[in-house]
DNA sequence: ATGGGCATGTAACGAGTTACATGATTTT
DNA sequence: AAAATCATGTAACTCGTTACATGCCCAT
């Protein structure tokens, strides 16, 4: 087979997570991976299963991650994973550069600010929806924190837990807050204090 | 049966976008409505200038835009667009359906949970970093809300810097909090309440 | 008059998605 | 034993990006 073009292309964003996740020396299949990278949906959305077998193919390719056929539960093959001291470079490097700004897309948000071309109805069962969702993280994100238990090895993990317990709370009382403005139809008294004070 | 290539898709979430922005009823140019979509980029990261290109010209194309040619600033010549009642009923469609979760790309929460992989150094650059991105959205954003008046037009866009405000406050305070519990070395003092009762 | 920024695009690429396919394992 | 779900992938596509190209306009 033609050997793709020579240049092994350094790893995408969702490669470097992945090379995190392996940093804390588990052996891991592309499954397993996906299923460790939902744990950072909280405040990095999850990539899609295939990007994850596509990505760590890359990286193995690239010599980021160590590769072999395992049989696991019986008779099942899979391949499973590990950080190379290459890859552990390759994530340190790029966690020690520059951040560069959040990615956000709120429908939610984008709904109340285009809420014009919505009926009432409509938009009150995107912000409910929504309310919904940030209940279900919530309640996902504390299942989650209990399950870390009191390890040292989850310390990080824990302090960004509490970081994002704290948002979605911001988010559902801010949310909650709109709602309330919007079943008022209140115009003057929908500025800053309403909704900026209560998160 | 194979999709027809004279089949012009429905817009992406970004050509929704460019929908919703023209919905107000001006007549504008690809970079015209760049500029009117970075002002969303609070809650809705903006699109590259290139994107916000091509993809008003696949709605015009599909008959969600109108399109004309004309002279502004002396010579220059520039398409506009605008708003067609089919372009209208789209973004009606698209915003009346169910939301879906919000994307989020946190760059330094996911440092901070990798933490683990770099020095106090790097982490700590980080962290101001992101201070001072949070600082600069939230001056930005009270700048914008002033230059949005007393307008009623512009009633659910105040509704939403609201919400912005509140947002990067919390983010402000809570990312402050991370540094201090980080420059102390903190361990026990890192759980839940430390970040939440912040934000 | 020229150098820097604004305005208007084009081209190529790559990341990430949805949809599909398939065998194993567990549940009913 | 049928159904549902888990696990492991593959294929095709598209959105959105970075990088490039170019003419106009304004300040020094």
């Known amino acids: 087979m033609a050997p793709s073009p020579l240049a092994p292309a350094s790893p ?31 405040f990095w959305s999850a990539p899609a299963m295939s990007q994850v077998y596509r990505e760590v193919e890359r990286l193995a390719e690239g010599g980021y ?17 590990r950080l190379t001291t290459a890859g552990e470079s390759a994530v340190r490097a790029w966690l020690a550069a520059s951040p560069g700004p959040p990615v956000l897309k709120h429908p939610v948000a984008l709904r109340v600010f285009f809420g014009h071309l919505l009926d009432a109805a409509d938009l009150r069962r995107a912000i409910d929806a929504h309310r919904a969702w940030c209940d279900r993280m919530l309640s996902d994100l504390e299942d989650l924190r209990r399950e870390l238990g009191d390890d040292e090895r989850w310390r990080n993990a824990k302090l960004v837990a509490g970081w994002g317990l704290g948002y979605y709370r911001g988010e559902l009382a801010a949310v909650e807050g709109i709602g309330d403005v919007l079943d008022v139809g209140a115009v003057g008294a929908a500025n800053d204090e309403g909704s900026a004070d209560i998160a």
């Open 12 to 42: 995408t964003q969702t490669g470097h997570t992945l090379l995190g996740l392996l940093s804390f020396g588990s052996e891991l299949s592309a499954y397993e991976l996906k299923r460790w990278a939902d744990n950072l949906r909280f």
């Open 65 to 81: 991650v160590s590769s072999r056929r395992v049989v696991r539960d019986g008779t099942r093959e899979t391949t499973v994973y």
